[in-house]
């Protein structure tokens, strides 16, 4: 039902004299998607759209408004590039007048499970499968909070309104700009729905530090004896993947808050990669698939059938779905203090181990280095695995100093005796396009072997080059893929390759400041 928006709230002038639809039900947006030609159905019920030249995220088109209030805490760089606030106010005022006579689509709900800590939204389509996307995503209100409902951040994701470079002062025709003063993201030039969650997860990650939480780009997960785990990593290491055990309940798959209280969801739903997506190797999520669910770039054969290996639009394909399409998902997404973390790394180089734990030092290094590979998709313009530094295996959504975060992190772990692993999900016997991707069964034993603490059983051996802590056997996991080394048909080629990621290593470790000699010792020997 359309109505027309009251203006009594700076936040709501954006809207002034439109009708809009309002907090539809997920029945009415995938009408409104399929009737106005933006979707269509699967046979299995779920809604295929696809999102046109981009099919990732545009982190070079990302913009901080550099105001007052946060020009002294945010980390200005690549990553977080400062736009100046009359540049975003002329570009806000036109987009007030572009929006005049639009069909727009609004939803009202909240990010973080935790109500202490929870962060009031709105967020304004142009299309009606965004507002789909963004319902299922985030956390829904009930009736009567809806009721109340008053959003303290609004995004407007508006992909055909115009952005000019020469007169808005821009990298491209593509826009994400996100000012805390006028507590507001504006994304244009871009279909990609996953700009619109990344967004609001770099608006938390500014904002909880002040509050004593520590943000983190993490998936969760819990045991039926409460025991908690986290899977840091970047997209497409396997986050989502790893977390939905059908031995564990899922807290969350993304972004995740640590509070002093414990672990809470940032999301009310899962954003899964699902490239080669099979019903035997990932069962929860191919049953998740079904209505009510958005897949983004998938191709469908001629009866709408989803061929998940078919990667001709993009390596990316996703699928987003609320969280309780997971059976015994946890409701809301709160639980205690974690046992276990697990740093994924997908290590192009095929050097890592499989798994190794890491002293508390080492865990600092490895989370401040967060080296990992930017995978096939998720960024504008990778097509091949790509070696890279993403400080807190989070990099692209962290506005402030890396050393808030990993100082929070250091605190946490040793009040609360965390046991730490890295974990390569890469390449094992040969670099990327040589070796071959690791084998998930063997994944997840060795994550099952962390998380129920039998790993700790084991003897382990020290990697000369890296110095971590590899373990000489694993339940379910052949002895001989433990160790890189003797995966390789060419031991010098792997002496090689290991000597030149430890070499970039020490590179990329350089920059940081104010780090403690113990956690640089905790680096590669070499």
Not at 115 to 126: A, K, W
Not at 402 to 409: I, Q, R
Not at 466 to 489: K, M, Y
């Amino acid at each position: 039902m359309s109505i027309i928006i009251p203006t009594e709230k700076p936040t709501l002038q954006l809207l002034q004299n439109h009708n809009v639809h309002m907090n539809l039900s997920v029945a009415e947006l995938v009408e409104h998607a399929v009737v106005r030609g933006e979707a269509v159905l699967t046979q299995e019920g779920a809604l295929r759209a696809t999102t046109g030249a981009f099919t990732g995220r545009s982190p070079k088109d990302k913009y901080m408004v550099n105001e007052p209030s946060v020009t002294d805490h945010i980390d200005w760089g690549s990553v977080n590039q400062p736009m100046a606030p009359d540049q975003f106010a002329r570009i806000l005022k036109r987009l007030q007048s572009y929006l005049k006579g639009k069909e727009l689509y609004i939803f009202d709900g909240f990010a973080g499970a935790d109500p202490t800590y929870r962060l009031p939204i709105r967020v304004i389509n142009e299309y009606a499968w965004h507002n789909l996307f963004v319902h299922q995503l985030f956390i829904r209100p009930k009736a009567e909070e809806l009721a109340d409902h008053q959003p303290e951040f609004t995004v407007v994701c508006a992909p055909h309104f115009p952005i000019d470079p020469e007169r808005d002062g821009t990298r491209s025709k593509t826009l994400i700009a996100v000012s805390f003063e006028h507590k507001m993201v504006i994304i244009a030039g871009t279909e990609y729905a996953g700009e619109m969650k990344k967004s609001i997860f770099s608006v938390m990650n500014y904002l909880l530090p002040d509050n004593g939480v520590m943000p983190m780009h993490c998936s969760a997960n819990v045991g039926e004896g409460g025991d908690v785990a986290l899977f840091f990593g970047l997209s497409g290491t396997g986050k989502t993947t790893l977390s939905a055990d059908p031995e564990r309940s899922l807290i969350g798959d993304d972004e995740h808050g640590w509070s002093d209280q414990g672990v809470f969801n940032f999301e009310g739903g899962c954003y899964a990669k699902c490239i080669g997506l099979s019903k035997e190797k990932e069962p929860q999520i191919w049953e998740a698939i079904r209505f009510g669910t958005v897949l983004e770039n998938v191709v469908l054969d001629e009866a709408r059938r989803p061929d998940f290996k078919d990667n001709r639009l993009t390596e990316n394909t996703r699928a987003a779905y609320p969280i309780d399409y997971i059976p015994e998902a946890v409701i809301p997404g709160v639980a205690g203090h974690p046992n276990v973390i697990l740093f994924l790394t997908a290590d192009a180089f095929g050097v890592l181990p499989p798994i190794a734990k890491l002293t508390p030092e080492q865990a600092m290094y490895h989370f401040l280095a967060g080296y990992t590979s930017k995978l096939a998709g998720t960024e504008r313009g990778v097509t091949e695995p790509e070696a890279t530094f993403s400080t807190c295996f989070g990099a692209p959504f962290l506005p402030r100093p890396a050393h808030v975060y990993a100082n929070m992190l250091g605190k946490k772990i040793e009040r609360h005796g965390v046991d730490v692993y890295l974990v390569n999900t890469g390449w094992t016997g040969g670099p990327y396009g040589v070796g071959q991707r690791m084998n998930l069964t063997h994944t997840r034993a060795m994550v099952r072997a962390a998380i129920n603490g039998s790993l700790k059983q084991v003897g382990f051996g020290k990697d000369p080059v890296f110095g971590l802590h590899i373990p000489t056997s694993c339940p379910d996991v052949p002895a001989e893929l433990l160790n890189p080394r003797n995966t390789w048909q060419d031991p010098a080629a792997y002496d090689q390759a290991a000597n030149e990621l430890a070499a970039r290593f020490h590179q990329h470790f350089a920059k940081f400041s104010g780090v403690t000699e113990e956690v640089k010792q905790a680096g590669p020997r070499r």
